[in-house]
Every structure is written in C-alpha cells, then in structure tokens.
C-alpha cells in the first residue's frame, strides 16, 4: 500500500484545514488507518484512527471536537478535518494503514506517507 498525503499548510490560530490521505490497491476497506503527527523534536503523537468501514473512530484526547477523521473506500481515501486549529497543532502529519485492526499505537501500522506540513501561526 502505498499513501500520499495532501492538504497541508499555513494557517492563522481558529482557522481550518482538511488533510487528505489517498491510497493505492484495491483492498483499502480492509486496512484500519490513522493519522499521527510529529512536531520538532517530539515523538510522533497520535492523532486520530478509524476503523476500516468508517464505523468507529477514535481520538487523542488533544484534538477531540476539534479533529474528525472519515474515509470514502470508493476512492480509496481517508480525511482529516481540523477546526480551530491551535499553535500546538503545528506539525508534520502523516497517515498511516493497518493491516489488523485500527489502533493509537504507532507500531501496529505497516505502512506510511511521507507526511504533510501543518503550521498554525498565533
């Protein structure tokens, strides 16, 4: 599997930016994906997962009712949406798929983007 993420930026503190992640292959419905982030000189965090069907979501505490994360497996993509985006936002986003379940833990992904660049200034 192979991702390419897009829709990275610089926006002001309260504004909005919707990530994209597309996914080649044709099973994408069956991989868990997620969305991360890592800031300079920090740990890569996670952000956001949803289960292959786009039944279940799950959130890091820091971006819950502000973050939401959604796929259309016809066009093999997975969304994350932020609103009132914050300074501690600011980071390199990177999605992720599961060959098993959906997860916060970055080591059951197997496969990963190469990241977009998120900057919220103040």
């Known amino acids: 599997v192979q991702l390419v993420e897009s829709g990275g930026g610089s926006v002001q503190a309260g504004g909005s930016l919707r990530l994209s992640c597309a996914a080649s292959g044709r099973t994408f419905s069956m991989y868990g994906m997620g969305w991360f982030r890592q800031a300079p000189g920090k740990e890569r965090d996670f952000v956001a997962a949803?289960?292959?069907?786009?039944?279940?979501?799950y959130y890091a505490d820091s971006v819950k009712g502000r973050f939401t994360i959604s796929r259309d497996n016809a066009k093999n993509t997975v969304y994350l949406q932020m609103n009132s985006l914050k300074p501690e936002d600011t980071a390199v986003y990177y999605c992720?798929?599961?060959?098993?379940?959906?997860?916060?833990?970055?080591?059951?992904?197997?496969?990963w983007g190469q990241g977009t660049l998120v900057t919220v200034s103040s």
């Open positions: 949803i289960s292959g069907s786009g039944g279940s979501t």
């Open positions: 992720a798929a599961s060959n098993g379940y959906y997860s916060h833990i970055t080591r059951r992904y197997d496969y």
